[in-house]
């Protein structure tokens, strides 16, 4: 497996979730202990997620999609907008029309402005 141990530090420490390919390579190294990762891995994820700035509109968006586990192209499909506009509207590069707004508020009961 090609990890540092910097990387398998920061995943210990729960400031890190390994990617999807480091991650198939752990749960073959260790598979009795499967379950054990899979909760340590929910338990980090969660934290990250709810370590996630929120002082920009794009910042908050970001943050309500990870909250629902959804991926760009999920949350863009529930509002009828493409992965690529989500993820621009994360970035701050776009800003969506405020009936995208609305869309996200109702969907996820939350305000956003």
């Not at 909250?67 to 907008?81: D, I, K, M, V």
């Amino acid at each position: 497996m090609a990890c540092s141990t910097y990387s398998i530090k920061r995943w210990e420490n729960e400031n890190k979730i390994p990617e999807k390919n480091n991650l198939d390579k752990v749960m073959k190294l260790f598979p009795d202990n499967t379950q054990d990762i899979k909760e340590v891995l929910e338990k980090a994820k969660e934290k990250e997620i709810n370590n996630l700035p929120e002082n920009t509109l794009g910042q908050k968006i970001r943050k309500v999609r990870l909250q629902n586990n959804l991926s760009r192209e999920n949350f863009g499909a529930l509002l009828g907008y493409s992965k690529y506009s989500i993820k621009h509207w994360e970035f701050g590069t776009r800003v969506p029309a405020k009936k995208a707004l609305k869309k996200v508020e109702n969907i996820f009961g939350i305000k956003l402005e």
